[in-house]
């Protein structure tokens, strides 16, 4: 079997994702790495951050990619593309991937699983990133979601650190950022399916048997939060955009007040908007959005 993963990756968290999912594929594994024309930094400044945000969530990367070497993965049996989620939406180096012509050239006719190394949101970008797929003429088969197991609030501030300050581990009551190590180190698992469901020609059934195996931590009341800010995310950079396009000074203002915002949101209203959803659990129908939301 041999493989063609695309990644993007700024702190090696989804590089690391991936290498531990192919490390017992029998076959070969071939890595290219998809490198933005517009360089971003790591670790952000919150300007830095949240400059890019009305552009992540219309869907506007600013830049294309480098180009990519195809011609030792010609005869790949299998695509993976690995990357995260920005705002609630595939980061920007992803976008610029998918909507490059070569990139989709490639993909036309291809068998694809996509990874995606998160804090805990993945769902709007697993909808994005399937239409770009089906606009490249290819087959989503598989969808791996590695996330950060911790509660919501809590990882919002790890990630922050991790983010903003470089810092990683565990520091004070604040447990280490990112996907654990246990995650990392069980993710051969779905590797061996990939595999398998290759090896028996059944590929047809790669996702079913993905999830069984726990492809994806559903978190009903986390996704509930946010389809709602997704949809408030989109008002905000229409907002944002208004004032200029990516990197114009004049919308600084407007990138401030969305910037206290979220902050608002995230860590006064957010728990109530939870203890909420549970009160109100029977009626959000949560097994058939799970059905629709886990499935391709």
């Given at each position: 079997?041999?493989?063609?993963?695309?990644?993007?990756?700024?702190?090696?968290?989804?590089?690391?994702?991936?290498?531990?999912?192919?490390?017992?594929?029998?076959?070969?594994?071939?890595?290219?790495?998809?490198?933005?024309?517009?360089?971003?930094?790591?670790?952000?400044?919150?300007?830095?951050?949240?400059?890019?945000?009305?552009?992540?969530?219309?869907?506007?990367?600013?830049?294309?990619?480098?180009?990519l070497?195809?011609?030792?993965?010609?005869?790949?049996?299998l695509?993976?593309?690995?990357?995260?989620?920005?705002?609630?939406?595939?980061?920007?180096?992803?976008?610029?991937?998918?909507?490059?012509?070569?990139?989709?050239?490639?993909?036309?006719?291809?068998?694809?699983?996509?990874?995606?190394?998160?804090?805990?949101?993945?769902?709007?970008?697993?909808?994005?990133?399937?239409?770009?797929?089906?606009?490249?003429?290819?087959?989503?088969?598989?969808?791996?979601?590695?996330?950060?197991?911790?509660?919501?609030?809590?990882?919002?501030?790890?990630?922050?650190?991790?983010?903003m300050?470089?810092?990683?581990?565990?520091?004070?009551?604040?447990?280490?950022?990112?996907?654990s190590?246990?995650?990392?180190?069980?993710?051969?698992?779905?590797?061996k399916?990939?595999a398998?469901?290759?090896?028996k020609?059944?590929?047809?059934?790669?996702?079913?048997?993905?999830?069984?195996?726990?492809?994806?931590?559903?978190?009903?009341?986390?996704?509930?939060?946010?389809?709602?800010?997704?949809?408030?995310?989109?008002?905000w950079?229409k907002?944002?955009?208004?004032?200029?396009?990516?990197?114009?000074?004049?919308?600084?203002?407007?990138?401030?007040?969305?910037?206290?915002?979220?902050?608002?949101?995230?860590?006064?209203?957010?728990?109530?908007?939870?203890?909420?959803?549970?009160?109100?659990?029977?009626?959000?129908?949560?097994?058939?959005?799970?059905?629709?939301?886990?499935?391709?």
């Amino acid at each position: 079997m041999k493989i063609a993963v695309f990644y993007y990756t700024q702190s090696g968290q989804a590089l690391d994702a991936v290498k531990h999912i192919c490390s017992e594929v029998t076959g070969s594994v071939i890595y290219k790495q998809i490198v933005p024309q517009q360089t971003y930094p790591f670790p952000w400044s919150k300007d830095e951050f949240f400059g890019v945000f009305p552009e992540t969530r219309l869907g506007m990367p600013p830049s294309g990619i480098e180009p990519l070497d195809f011609s030792d993965i010609e005869d790949a049996d299998l695509v993976m593309v690995v990357g995260q989620s920005w705002f609630l939406s595939p980061s920007l180096p992803l976008q610029s991937f998918f909507e490059d012509l070569d990139v989709k050239a490639y993909l036309t006719g291809r068998d694809v699983v996509f990874v995606n190394a998160c804090r805990n949101m993945w769902l709007m970008t697993s909808r994005k990133v399937k239409v770009y797929l089906e606009t490249a003429n290819a087959n989503l088969l598989g969808h791996i979601v590695l996330q950060d197991r911790v509660p919501n609030l809590i990882s919002a501030a790890t990630v922050v650190r991790w983010l903003m300050y470089g810092k990683k581990e565990a520091a004070w009551l604040l447990p280490s950022a990112g996907i654990s190590q246990e995650d990392l180190s069980s993710a051969s698992r779905f590797g061996k399916i990939m595999a398998s469901s290759w090896e028996k020609g059944d590929l047809a059934h790669l996702q079913t048997d993905l999830l069984s195996a726990g492809a994806i931590q559903y978190k009903p009341s986390v996704l509930f939060l946010e389809k709602v800010g997704h949809r408030m995310f989109g008002i905000w950079a229409k907002f944002i955009r208004r004032k200029g396009g990516f990197g114009d000074e004049r919308r600084r203002f407007r990138i401030n007040l969305f910037f206290y915002y979220l902050l608002t949101v995230l860590f006064l209203v957010s728990p109530f908007a939870q203890i909420v959803f549970y009160l109100t659990y029977p009626l959000h129908r949560v097994h058939h959005h799970k059905q629709i939301d886990c499935n391709l």
